[in-house]
């Protein structure tokens, strides 16, 4: 599977952006997708997650009533929309897909700058 993340950029506080993640190859595999973040000097976070079908999602606390995530199946696209956004978003955003097994992806990250 590749995964091609973008969207991403410098936005001002409370600004918003929406990330997407394409998805090619054996797409009929994947059990789960989510966003990750990694902020300098900090370890990588699960941000949000949805299955493929949109029945289940998860949301970190700190992401809550904020962010949404979505899933386009005809495009094989995800989507995080990321409105108000704070400084302590600031982070590179990867795209994650699970499967059966060994089956594990990632993105390779896109850059997201909310300044104050």
């Known amino acids: 599977v590749q995964l091609v993340e973008s969207g991403g950029g410098l936005v001002q506080v409370g600004g918003s952006l929406r990330l997407s993640c394409a998805a090619s190859?054996?797409?009929?595999?994947?059990?789960?997708m989510g966003w990750w973040r990694q902020a300098p000097g900090k370890q990588r976070e699960r941000v949000a997650g949805?299955?493929?079908?949109?029945?289940?999602?998860y949301y970190a606390d700190s992401v809550k009533g904020r962010f949404t995530i979505s899933g386009d199946n005809a495009k094989n696209t995800m989507y995080l929309q990321m409105n108000n956004l704070k400084p302590e978003d600031t982070a590179v955003y990867y795209c994650?897909?699970?499967?059966?097994?060994?089956?594990?992806?990632w993105g390779q990250g896109t850059q997201v700058t909310v300044s104050s």
């Open positions: 994650h897909v699970l499967g059966w097994g060994t089956f594990n992806y």
């Open positions: 190859g054996r797409v009929s595999s994947i059990t789960t």
């Open positions: 949805i299955t493929p079908e949109g029945g289940r999602t």
